[in-house]
């Protein structure tokens, strides 16, 4: 199921983690437009590895390359989700 998909059948989302390869990259630019679109500036975050080349600067959008562990990685999204509001607890 295609990202856009997912929003259509979920209208309760609000907010969304892309992770990227290559090979993504046409189409994930429009979708990560539609996204910001409809759930607003700051609530989407793309995640991706070192190698992929994605643009390190979308208006809107928090980028975030994968160049540790991704455990560690997990402490960066939780910053991004409390930064939008959410209460986090663990």
């Known amino acids: 199921m295609l990202a856009l ?3 259509k059948h979920q209208a309760d989302i609000t907010y969304a983690f892309f992770v990227f390869n290559n090979e993504d990259l ?3 630019m429009f979708e ?3 996204f910001v679109g409809k759930l607003g500036q700051g609530r989407v975050t ?3 590895m070192s190698d992929v ?4 600067s ?3 959008v928090a980028v975030k390359p994968i160049v540790v562990k991704l455990e560690e990685a997990s402490l960066a ?3 991004e ?3 939008a509001g959410y209460k986090i607890s663990f």
């Not at 080349?53 to 390190?56: D, I, L, Q, W």
């Open 46 to 48: 793309v995640l991706h």
């Open 81 to 83: 989700l409390k930064g």
């Open 5 to 7: 998909d997912t929003l």
């Open 26 to 28: 046409t189409y994930a």
């Open 58 to 60: 979308v208006p809107g």
């Open 53 to 56: 080349n994605f643009p390190k």
């Open 32 to 34: 990560l437009g539609h």
């Open 77 to 79: 999204l939780i910053r």
